[in-house]
Structures are given as C-alpha cells and as structure tokens.
C-alpha cells in the first residue's frame, strides 16, 4: 500500500557573514559522526578544536533525491584543552520516529556550520548514509531499477527475486509511459518483529493483525517489505512508478486506483478476484465513490484490496489503456477522481461499478453452485448418479445457504500501505 508520510522540517536558510580566507585557521575537526538509535532517532556529533571563541554550531541535512531539508541548533559543551584552542563538543538529535518518520533505506547527507563570534562561519565536509537498523548486518544490491538492502538472506534469492520484478515493472513503466529514475531503493525486513520497528504506526489492530506486509513511500523513493516477495516488491516499485507518473501537487489520487494498479501488476492475484466476487454476491461491497481512503477494519481492508484490484482490471482490460492514461492524466491535473471518470468513461462512479458488477455474473452465481469446495457438491461427487440427481434438488433449494458458506477471511496477499496481509 501507499503511504506519503509527512515530516515537519525547516526550510534551510541563507546564511550570512563572512566567509573565511583559506590561510585563516579556524577549528580543527576531530570527529564527525553519527550514531543511529532506530527506530527512535539520529545522534550527530561534532568534536574540534579552535582558537577563535565560537558563537553557534548549526547541523544541517538533506534526506538524499527528495526537497526534504532542514536545520537545526547543537548543544555545544567545552572539552578541556590547551590554553590555545578552545575544545568543543556539538551533537544534535534528528527524529526518525512518530510525526518525523522517516523511511529505513533512505540516504542521509549532512554536515556542520559553525558561526564565530568574530562574524566568520567554517563549514565542515559533508557526509552521507544509508538509515538502516545498525543491529544487523546489511548487505547491498544494486540492479538497473533497484537498490535493494538486505540481512541474513542469500543473495542468490535476492537477486532471483530483483530479475522477476524487473521484468514486470518494465511493464509497469511501459503502461504508465515512465522512466524508471531515480533508482527505487528497497529494504526487506525478515521477521514480524523488524516490521513493528521499520513500518510506520497506522493503527493497533494493523499492527495487531499483521495487516500490511510494506510500506511504499513515494516522497523518499524507498519501499520496505517484509520477506523476499516477488509481488511484494512488484507492488510497492509500482505505488512509486504511480506517483512517478501522478508528479502534480494537485493530484488527489483515490486509494481504490492506487491500491488497484499496484495489485493489477502483482503475478499470483486471481486470489483476491474470488475475494470480490463473493463480496459482491454477499452484498458487502463498498461504494466506490466511498473508497476514496483505505478502511481500518482487517475484513473492510480485505474486501478492500480485492475490490480495488477488480476495478482497475476492468478498467485496463476491457475500457482499454487509453481511457485509463486519460483518467490518470485528469486526475493529475488536479480534476478530482468523480469528474474524472464521468469525462472519461461518461458514467459516475456508481454506474463504473455496476459495469464492472455485470462482467461478473451471471456466469459467477452459476459457477458458485458447483464450486467443488462446497459441502454439497463434495457430497455429489461422492454418490451415484442416481443419488447426485436427488442432491442436486436440494442442493439447489440451499442456493442461499451454499453461497453463504464461503468466507471472505482469506488473506490478500500484497501489502503497501494499504497493503494488506502478504504470506511469505
């Protein structure tokens, strides 16, 4: 599923003063470091010494490929030194966690400012990593499309895994008519345990649930998964391709076709078709002029995906590439999602939906009778045929009640946020 998640930072602003001639000696730089304390925050150090008292030392940053940047003030200590050069400490915490969030896998770059008493200022070289949980020992892959960071899995299955992906978004990329740049950065967790640290904090019962097996944050260019997934991957590379394509500030892009274009791709989906199906049949389908959002519930958000993924089918496969470039290409505009659609497709979204409802029966509600998972047609099978002709009476009288008995508490298996439950 799709997540842009927001950070509050600092527009960095000019600075100024003097700039300092190259034969002016100013402060001496020891140390400078970092030191990541995940999931919570990033401590910045910088040690020196210098000759001139110092009035401030500023920190600033730049989150790698994105506009976010920022500054802020460092707690300055004294270090005991020789009567020549003042020592100095200078640290600054930097947020990762709750409204700060930032993404694992994302490239950090920073360095240090200081301002003298004296009206001079000496910057320091700056420095950039990679933010990843430093418990683990991570190892790096990089394709023609993708970055990957990983631990403690083979790099053979990583990379089997990168070339089947490659190939689909290719694919992605060709329908949505995008370049593949800059290179997509993902990371793949490995446990339940790593997902609660890494992903964002959506809900308790997501949490709970085990809902979202990743995380795709369009902002930063950086995925996060849960376990080496093909469609996982798949998935999220596509949320990011989207937002590639849907690059206005003004587009609002409803979470039913973002959700939907990144399931469309996935390579095992047929599960999630049979998930809306039954939905439709049982009634417990949402509006689609109601989708605008995912649901919080485990069993809406289900519903949800499988919802989404038919709806997009249809329209790609049966309006046709066209129309759906068009309809994006409105939205991207910054024409909302229900005007866009009566232009597009000469129906609101109500009637988009009973279209892609009649693609589905009545050839569905006949195929649902004989469903060999079904108790009765398990019976059938196992009797005579004078015996199968007598059941299929009753069996017919129990239509309501046969359906019925299908659930809808299969898993789907993609997640993004929005991303529901992924088997790995």
Not at 97 to 106: A, D, K, L, N, V
Not at 142 to 168: P, Q
Request: net charge negative; with cysteine.
């Amino acid at each position: 599923m799709t997540m842009i998640i927001g950070c509050f930072f600092f527009e960095t602003m000019p600075v100024a003063g003097q700039t300092p001639s190259k034969d002016t000696l100013l402060a001496t730089i020891s140390t400078e470091s970092h030191s990541i304390n995940f999931p919570v925050n990033i401590s910045f150090e910088l040690i020196g010494k210098s000759h001139m008292e110092i009035d401030e030392i500023l920190f600033y940053y730049q989150l790698t490929n994105t506009n976010v940047r920022g500054y802020g003030y460092t707690s300055i200590t004294g270090i005991d030194s020789d009567t020549n050069n003042r020592g100095f400490r200078a640290v600054f915490k930097l947020s990762t966690s709750g409204s700060s969030y930032i993404p694992s896998g994302t490239n950090i770059s920073f360095h240090f400012e200081i301002g003298y008493k004296a009206g001079e200022k000496q910057s320091t070289d700056p420095v950039s990593f990679d933010y990843l949980d430093p418990k683990y020992s991570w190892q790096k892959l990089e394709s023609e499309t993708i970055t990957v960071f990983w631990h403690d899995v083979s790099e053979s299955k990583i990379e089997e895994a990168v070339l089947k992906s490659e190939t689909v978004l290719n694919q992605v990329s060709d329908l949505l008519e995008v370049n593949q740049k800059p290179l997509i950065r993902a990371v793949v967790i490995n446990s339940q345990k790593e997902s609660v640290e890494s992903f964002p904090k959506i809900s308790l019962s997501a949490t709970r649930d085990s809902i979202y097996g990743g995380f795709a944050f369009q902002e930063y260019g950086v995925f996060i998964i849960r376990g080496v997934n093909v469609d996982g991957m798949i998935h999220e590379a596509t949320h990011l391709l989207l937002g590639q394509k849907m690059d206005s500030p003004l587009a609002q892009v409803p979470a039913w076709l973002s959700e939907g274009i990144a399931m469309y791709f996935e390579i095992d989906n047929n599960h999630r078709k049979r998930t809306a199906e039954i939905g439709y049949l049982q009634k417990k389908l949402r509006p689609l002029s109601s989708m605008e959002s995912v649901p919080g519930r485990s069993i809406d958000i289900r519903l949800f995906y499988a919802h989404s993924q038919e709806m997009v089918r249809y329209l790609i496969d049966i309006e046709g590439k066209e129309k759906f470039l068009k309809l994006l290409g409105q939205i991207n505009s910054g024409v909302r999602a229900d005007s866009a659609v009566i232009d597009v497709y000469g129906k609101n979204f109500d009637d988009l939906d009973k279209s892609w409802q009649a693609t589905l029966s009545p050839a569905f509600d006949r195929r649902l009778l004989v469903d060999p998972g079904t108790f009765w047609t398990s019976v059938i099978l196992g009797t005579t045929f004078l015996f199968a002709v007598i059941m299929s009476t009753i069996t017919w009288s129990r239509k309501k009640s046969s359906s019925q008995s299908e659930t809808i508490d299969e898993p789907i298996g993609t997640p993004d946020i929005g991303e529901d439950r992924r088997d790995n």
